[in-house]
Protein backbone atom coordinates (compact mmCIF):
# COMPACT_ATOMS: atom_id res chain seq x y z
CA UNK A 1 0.00 0.00 0.00
CA UNK A 2 1.42 3.62 -1.06
CA UNK A 3 2.07 5.91 1.76
CA UNK A 4 2.08 9.41 1.20
CA UNK A 5 4.41 11.62 3.89
CA UNK A 6 1.08 14.52 3.90
CA UNK A 7 -0.37 11.97 6.37
CA UNK A 8 2.07 13.65 8.96
CA UNK A 9 0.46 14.89 12.14
CA UNK A 10 -1.59 18.46 12.06
CA UNK A 11 -3.71 20.31 14.43
CA UNK A 12 -7.20 21.77 13.89
CA UNK A 13 -9.65 23.70 16.28
CA UNK A 14 -13.28 22.78 15.08
CA UNK A 15 -15.63 25.68 17.04
CA UNK A 16 -16.05 26.78 20.37
CA UNK A 17 -18.77 24.19 22.59
CA UNK A 18 -16.88 21.15 21.12
CA UNK A 19 -14.42 18.72 22.04
CA UNK A 20 -12.93 16.64 19.93
CA UNK A 21 -10.99 13.56 21.22
CA UNK A 22 -8.98 10.62 19.49
CA UNK A 23 -8.32 6.79 20.45
CA UNK A 24 -5.28 5.80 18.05
CA UNK A 25 -4.71 2.61 17.81
CA UNK A 26 -1.83 2.24 14.89
CA UNK A 27 -0.29 -1.58 16.23
CA UNK A 28 -3.78 -2.79 15.08
CA UNK A 29 -4.41 -0.26 12.67
CA UNK A 30 -7.62 0.91 13.75
CA UNK A 31 -9.10 4.06 16.15
CA UNK A 32 -11.98 6.17 17.02
CA UNK A 33 -12.86 9.88 16.85
CA UNK A 34 -15.01 11.37 19.57
CA UNK A 35 -17.22 14.92 19.03
CA UNK A 36 -18.03 16.06 22.59
CA UNK A 37 -21.30 18.13 23.20
CA UNK A 38 -22.01 17.90 26.33
CA UNK A 39 -24.63 20.49 27.01
CA UNK A 40 -26.21 18.82 24.03
CA UNK A 41 -26.34 20.38 20.46
CA UNK A 42 -28.93 20.63 17.22
CA UNK A 43 -27.89 17.76 15.18
CA UNK A 44 -28.77 16.28 12.25
CA UNK A 45 -27.50 13.64 9.96
CA UNK A 46 -27.61 12.49 6.07
CA UNK A 47 -26.64 9.18 4.76
CA UNK A 48 -26.01 8.45 1.27
CA UNK A 49 -23.85 5.55 1.28
CA UNK A 50 -25.22 2.19 0.30
CA UNK A 51 -23.38 0.33 3.12
CA UNK A 52 -23.71 2.04 6.26
CA UNK A 53 -23.18 1.16 9.49
CA UNK A 54 -24.57 3.41 12.23
CA UNK A 55 -26.06 4.26 15.80
CA UNK A 56 -28.76 6.49 17.27
CA UNK A 57 -29.27 8.18 13.62
CA UNK A 58 -33.03 7.80 13.35
CA UNK A 59 -32.93 9.48 16.54
CA UNK A 60 -32.33 12.47 14.68
CA UNK A 61 -34.63 12.76 12.13
CA UNK A 62 -36.85 16.21 11.99
CA UNK A 63 -40.11 14.00 13.14
CA UNK A 64 -38.65 12.29 16.52
CA UNK A 65 -39.00 13.59 19.47
CA UNK A 66 -35.32 14.78 21.44
CA UNK A 67 -33.70 17.47 18.79
CA UNK A 68 -30.04 17.01 20.31
CA UNK A 69 -27.30 14.86 20.87
CA UNK A 70 -24.54 15.07 23.38
CA UNK A 71 -22.21 13.48 21.62
CA UNK A 72 -20.92 11.89 17.82
CA UNK A 73 -18.75 9.30 17.45
CA UNK A 74 -16.88 8.20 14.10
CA UNK A 75 -15.37 5.01 14.60
CA UNK A 76 -13.41 1.75 12.65
CA UNK A 77 -14.39 -1.58 12.95
CA UNK A 78 -17.06 -1.52 10.93
CA UNK A 79 -20.07 -2.74 13.11
CA UNK A 80 -18.12 -3.80 15.77
CA UNK A 81 -16.76 -0.81 16.65
CA UNK A 82 -20.20 0.76 17.19
CA UNK A 83 -19.48 -0.70 20.89
CA UNK A 84 -16.99 2.58 20.87
CA UNK A 85 -20.20 4.64 21.63
CA UNK A 86 -20.98 2.47 24.94
CA UNK A 87 -17.89 4.25 26.53
CA UNK A 88 -18.94 7.59 25.26
CA UNK A 89 -22.56 6.78 26.89
CA UNK A 90 -20.82 5.91 29.99
CA UNK A 91 -18.61 8.92 30.07
CA UNK A 92 -21.54 11.41 29.57
CA UNK A 93 -23.50 9.30 32.26
CA UNK A 94 -20.87 9.68 35.23
CA UNK A 95 -20.79 13.33 34.49
CA UNK A 96 -25.04 13.36 34.15
CA UNK A 97 -24.80 14.61 30.94
CA UNK A 98 -27.96 13.61 28.87
CA UNK A 99 -31.19 14.22 27.67
CA UNK A 100 -34.02 13.95 31.03
CA UNK A 101 -37.17 12.30 29.89
CA UNK A 102 -38.94 12.55 33.39
CA UNK A 103 -37.22 15.72 34.58
CA UNK A 104 -40.20 16.34 37.33
CA UNK A 105 -40.12 12.26 38.86
CA UNK A 106 -36.44 11.59 37.89
CA UNK A 107 -34.23 14.81 37.50
CA UNK A 108 -31.09 12.79 37.96
CA UNK A 109 -31.86 10.17 35.40
CA UNK A 110 -30.17 11.13 32.29
CA UNK A 111 -30.01 9.37 28.73
CA UNK A 112 -26.73 10.53 27.23
CA UNK A 113 -27.89 10.70 23.15
CA UNK A 114 -24.62 9.67 21.22
CA UNK A 115 -25.01 8.99 17.46
CA UNK A 116 -22.12 7.29 15.46
CA UNK A 117 -20.78 6.28 12.06
CA UNK A 118 -18.11 3.78 11.14
CA UNK A 119 -15.61 2.86 8.41
CA UNK A 120 -14.98 -0.54 7.37
CA UNK A 121 -11.23 -1.00 8.07
CA UNK A 122 -10.88 -4.82 9.16
CA UNK A 123 -8.70 -5.02 6.26
CA UNK A 124 -6.10 -2.39 6.87
CA UNK A 125 -3.75 -4.69 9.41
CA UNK A 126 -5.51 -6.94 11.97
CA UNK A 127 -9.30 -7.55 12.03
CA UNK A 128 -9.26 -5.38 14.76
CA UNK A 129 -12.27 -2.68 16.03
CA UNK A 130 -12.23 0.38 18.66
CA UNK A 131 -13.90 -1.59 22.28
CA UNK A 132 -16.19 0.87 24.40
CA UNK A 133 -12.97 1.71 26.95
CA UNK A 134 -11.53 3.08 23.49
CA UNK A 135 -14.31 5.46 23.38
CA UNK A 136 -13.97 6.48 26.93
CA UNK A 137 -10.46 6.70 26.61
CA UNK A 138 -11.19 9.26 23.59
CA UNK A 139 -13.06 11.19 26.21
CA UNK A 140 -10.73 11.81 28.52
CA UNK A 141 -7.94 13.15 25.39
CA UNK A 142 -10.59 15.19 24.21
CA UNK A 143 -9.81 19.03 24.47
CA UNK A 144 -11.25 22.07 22.22
CA UNK A 145 -7.83 23.89 22.00
CA UNK A 146 -7.17 21.65 18.78
CA UNK A 147 -6.95 18.32 17.38
CA UNK A 148 -4.82 15.69 14.99
CA UNK A 149 -5.34 15.14 11.71
CA UNK A 150 -3.99 12.69 9.47
CA UNK A 151 -3.64 9.08 10.03
CA UNK A 152 -5.68 9.29 13.80
CA UNK A 153 -8.59 8.60 15.99
CA UNK A 154 -10.70 7.12 12.96
CA UNK A 155 -8.62 7.93 9.95
CA UNK A 156 -6.12 5.32 11.20
CA UNK A 157 -7.19 2.74 9.02
CA UNK A 158 -8.27 4.68 6.40
CA UNK A 159 -7.75 3.93 3.00
CA UNK A 160 -8.19 5.37 -0.56
CA UNK A 161 -8.44 3.74 -4.01
CA UNK A 162 -9.96 0.40 -3.75
CA UNK A 163 -10.70 -0.57 -7.19
CA UNK A 164 -7.15 -3.26 -7.59
CA UNK A 165 -7.80 -3.99 -3.72
CA UNK A 166 -5.62 -2.98 -1.02
CA UNK A 167 -1.99 -3.43 -2.30
CA UNK A 168 -2.99 -0.84 -4.68
CA UNK A 169 -4.48 1.63 -2.45
CA UNK A 170 -3.14 5.09 -1.07
CA UNK A 171 -3.49 5.65 3.00
CA UNK A 172 -6.22 7.75 3.72
CA UNK A 173 -7.02 9.43 7.12
CA UNK A 174 -8.55 12.18 8.85
CA UNK A 175 -8.96 16.04 7.77
CA UNK A 176 -10.42 19.13 9.07
CA UNK A 177 -11.38 22.68 7.59
CA UNK A 178 -13.36 25.73 8.30
CA UNK A 179 -14.54 28.55 6.40
CA UNK A 180 -14.94 32.06 8.26
CA UNK A 181 -17.92 34.83 7.76
CA UNK A 182 -17.43 38.41 8.54
CA UNK A 183 -19.57 38.49 10.91
CA UNK A 184 -17.92 35.65 13.59
CA UNK A 185 -20.17 32.39 11.96
CA UNK A 186 -18.22 29.86 11.29
CA UNK A 187 -18.70 26.39 9.06
CA UNK A 188 -16.06 23.41 9.90
CA UNK A 189 -15.80 20.01 8.51
CA UNK A 190 -13.97 17.15 10.18
CA UNK A 191 -13.90 13.94 7.48
CA UNK A 192 -12.82 10.50 7.48
CA UNK A 193 -11.68 9.73 3.95
CA UNK A 194 -11.91 5.63 3.46
CA UNK A 195 -13.28 5.84 0.47
CA UNK A 196 -13.61 2.97 -3.00
CA UNK A 197 -12.87 5.92 -5.42
CA UNK A 198 -10.56 8.38 -5.71
CA UNK A 199 -9.83 12.01 -4.42
CA UNK A 200 -9.45 14.77 -6.54
CA UNK A 201 -8.10 18.36 -6.04
CA UNK A 202 -9.93 21.50 -7.32
CA UNK A 203 -8.69 20.84 -10.57
CA UNK A 204 -9.77 18.00 -11.09
CA UNK A 205 -6.18 15.87 -10.62
CA UNK A 206 -5.74 12.63 -9.22
CA UNK A 207 -4.05 12.89 -5.24
CA UNK A 208 -4.97 9.67 -4.03
CA UNK A 209 -6.31 6.81 -5.27
CA UNK A 210 -5.21 3.24 -6.41
CA UNK A 211 -1.81 2.82 -7.98
CA UNK A 212 -0.25 1.22 -11.39
CA UNK A 213 2.46 -0.48 -11.62
CA UNK A 214 4.42 2.39 -12.44
CA UNK A 215 3.26 4.20 -9.66
CA UNK A 216 1.08 6.91 -11.45
CA UNK A 217 -2.60 6.71 -9.84
CA UNK A 218 -5.49 4.94 -11.63
CA UNK A 219 -8.74 6.85 -13.03
CA UNK A 220 -11.54 4.73 -11.19
CA UNK A 221 -14.26 6.54 -13.46
CA UNK A 222 -12.58 6.03 -16.57
CA UNK A 223 -11.54 2.09 -15.36
CA UNK A 224 -14.47 1.19 -14.62
CA UNK A 225 -15.82 2.16 -18.25
CA UNK A 226 -13.44 -0.07 -20.06
CA UNK A 227 -13.51 -3.11 -17.28
CA UNK A 228 -16.14 -6.06 -17.18
CA UNK A 229 -19.29 -5.82 -14.50
CA UNK A 230 -17.16 -6.63 -11.07
CA UNK A 231 -18.61 -9.31 -8.94
CA UNK A 232 -16.40 -9.04 -5.93
CA UNK A 233 -15.43 -6.39 -3.34
CA UNK A 234 -12.26 -5.24 -3.50
CA UNK A 235 -11.72 -3.60 -0.16
CA UNK A 236 -13.74 -2.01 2.17
CA UNK A 237 -14.73 1.60 2.42
CA UNK A 238 -16.86 4.59 3.50
CA UNK A 239 -16.35 8.34 3.95
CA UNK A 240 -17.83 9.74 7.37
CA UNK A 241 -17.41 12.78 8.93
CA UNK A 242 -19.42 15.86 10.98
CA UNK A 243 -20.06 19.59 9.45
CA UNK A 244 -20.18 22.35 12.32
CA UNK A 245 -21.55 25.91 12.49
CA UNK A 246 -21.67 28.20 15.66
CA UNK A 247 -24.97 29.57 14.18
CA UNK A 248 -28.72 28.49 16.18
CA UNK A 249 -30.25 26.01 14.13
CA UNK A 250 -33.16 24.04 14.02
CA UNK A 251 -32.76 20.08 13.45
CA UNK A 252 -34.80 20.76 10.47
CA UNK A 253 -31.43 23.33 9.56
CA UNK A 254 -29.33 21.19 10.42
CA UNK A 255 -30.49 18.16 8.66
CA UNK A 256 -30.76 20.05 5.31
CA UNK A 257 -26.88 21.18 6.21
CA UNK A 258 -25.98 17.64 6.47
CA UNK A 259 -28.00 16.88 2.92
CA UNK A 260 -26.02 19.60 1.12
CA UNK A 261 -22.63 18.87 2.46
CA UNK A 262 -22.24 15.68 1.01
CA UNK A 263 -21.75 17.87 -2.44
CA UNK A 264 -18.17 18.49 -0.69
CA UNK A 265 -18.13 14.73 -1.52
CA UNK A 266 -18.98 14.61 -5.08
CA UNK A 267 -16.65 17.22 -5.26
CA UNK A 268 -13.74 15.90 -3.83
CA UNK A 269 -14.19 11.65 -4.38
CA UNK A 270 -15.00 10.12 -7.69
CA UNK A 271 -17.39 8.14 -7.73
CA UNK A 272 -18.98 8.72 -4.40
CA UNK A 273 -22.12 6.94 -2.49
CA UNK A 274 -21.46 3.90 -4.06
CA UNK A 275 -23.22 0.51 -2.81
CA UNK A 276 -19.88 -0.22 -1.36
CA UNK A 277 -19.55 2.96 0.95
CA UNK A 278 -21.53 3.65 3.97
CA UNK A 279 -20.95 7.64 3.41
CA UNK A 280 -22.35 9.36 6.29
CA UNK A 281 -22.42 13.03 7.67
CA UNK A 282 -23.44 14.82 10.49
CA UNK A 283 -24.41 18.47 10.92
CA UNK A 284 -23.89 20.36 14.62
CA UNK A 285 -25.18 23.37 15.62
CA UNK A 286 -23.07 24.51 18.49
CA UNK A 287 -24.87 27.77 18.80
CA UNK A 288 -28.08 26.85 20.33
CA UNK A 289 -31.92 26.32 18.68
CA UNK A 290 -32.74 29.39 16.59
CA UNK A 291 -34.46 30.06 13.39
CA UNK A 292 -32.77 31.89 10.93
CA UNK A 293 -34.33 31.48 7.32
CA UNK A 294 -34.31 29.57 4.33
CA UNK A 295 -31.61 31.48 2.55
CA UNK A 296 -29.21 31.56 5.58
CA UNK A 297 -29.70 27.53 5.50
CA UNK A 298 -28.71 27.36 2.36
CA UNK A 299 -25.73 29.44 2.52
CA UNK A 300 -24.43 27.77 5.70
CA UNK A 301 -25.09 24.32 3.34
CA UNK A 302 -23.23 25.24 0.34
CA UNK A 303 -20.43 26.34 2.86
CA UNK A 304 -20.46 23.16 4.50
CA UNK A 305 -20.06 21.40 0.81
CA UNK A 306 -17.19 23.43 0.39
CA UNK A 307 -15.22 22.49 3.87
CA UNK A 308 -16.10 19.34 3.34
CA UNK A 309 -14.13 19.37 0.44
CA UNK A 310 -11.49 21.41 1.45
CA UNK A 311 -11.49 18.73 4.93
CA UNK A 312 -11.10 15.56 2.19
CA UNK A 313 -7.88 16.70 0.12
CA UNK A 314 -6.55 18.49 3.26
CA UNK A 315 -5.25 14.95 4.40
CA UNK A 316 -3.14 14.92 1.50
CA UNK A 317 -1.90 18.94 1.22
Known amino acids: MEQHSALSTQHSALLPGLRVGHHTDEQRGTGCTVVLCEEGAIVGVDVRGGAPGTRETDALHPANLVDIAHAIVLTGGSAFGLAAADGVMRYLHERLRGYAFNPDTDAALRVPIVSAAVIYDLSYKDAAWPTAD ?133 RAIHPCHTLLDGDTIFAIGSGGRGEIGPVAVSQLGALAAEATARAIRSIWS
Do not use: W
Open 134 to 266: DGYAACLRATDAGFETGSVGAGTGATVGKLQGMAAATKGGLGSAAISLPDGSVVAALIVVNAFGDVRDAQGRIIAGSRAADGSFVDTVAALSTTPLLRAATGGNTTIGIVATNVPLTREAATAIARMAHDGLS
